[in-house]
């Protein structure tokens, strides 16, 4: 099975920094990888998909990147809504058979 | 307006079988996939499985293979999961989601089961 390494697995930044967490895959993903947001007490939200898309709606401030087992996700500017868990998702194509969360990265405002 | 509406909290003993559900609404409930992402307390999130309500076709997580049991009934647009003998380690938010390759853009409310003695 695909095994999927989040780090850090927590950060404090100031708002107003560049943030950036990491994801890597056991093998190689192509581009199958997505980003989600999880607020408190909410259920996630989609923010990436296939590794660089940005969903409609998102701010442009996050980013991602990579492609084959490392990727990166990245808020440009840190605002204080960003306050959140971050999740990245490996699936495989259609039909979905496997799909793989990393173990998150809790962002907190220092 | 796509929704995903999952039945309410449960609190149930060590052994007790459970079903939880899951009701589309808004799109047609047969051309997507329906999946189930566990969180316990505190932790993150886990791919259980996931069913294509139009012919039934289902997968799971290795992790979750024979520990639930995912299922769904078209005529009345639900998915479930159900378990048939709960332990304590089961307690946690489980959440319905819809699968549009390539990601998942829908989530239901979220079911909380808790299990204890």
């Known amino acids: 099975d695909i095994q999927m390494t989040q780090s850090p697995s927590s950060l404090s930044a100031s708002v107003g920094d560049r943030v950036t967490i990491t994801c890597q895959a056991s093998?190689?993903?192509?581009?199958?990888l997505n980003w989600y947001q999880q607020k408190p007490g909410k259920a996630p939200k989609l923010l990436i998909y296939d590794a660089s898309n940005l969903e409609t709606g998102v701010p442009s401030r996050f980013s991602g990147s990579g492609s084959g087992t490392d990727f990166t996700f990245t808020i440009s500017s840190l605002q204080p809504e960003d306050i959140a868990t971050y999740y990245c998702?490996?699936?495989?194509?259609?039909?979905?058979?496997?799909?793989?969360f990393g173990g998150g990265t809790k962002v907190e405002i220092k | 307006e796509v929704q995903l509406v999952q039945s309410g909290a449960e609190v149930k003993k060590p052994g007790e079988s459970l079903k939880i559900s899951c009701k589309g609404s808004?799109?047609?409930?047969?051309?997507?996939?329906i999946g189930w992402v566990r969180q316990m307390p505190g932790k993150g999130l886990e791919w259980m499985g996931i069913i294509y309500p139009g012919d039934s076709d289902t997968r799971y997580s290795p992790s979750f293979q024979g520990q639930v049991t995912i299922s769904a009934d078209k005529s009345i647009s639900t998915a479930y999961l159900q378990w048939s003998s709960l332990k304590a380690s089961d307690t946690a938010m489980y959440y319905c989601?819809?699968?549009?390759?390539?990601?998942?853009?829908?989530w239901g409310q979220g079911t909380l089961v808790t299990v204890s003695s």
């Open positions: 989601v819809r699968w549009a390759s390539p990601g998942i853009d829908y």
């Open positions: 808004g799109y047609s409930f047969t051309s997507y996939w």
């Open positions: 998702q490996q699936y495989d194509n259609l039909p979905p058979k496997r799909l793989t």
């Open positions: 093998q190689d993903i192509s581009n199958y």
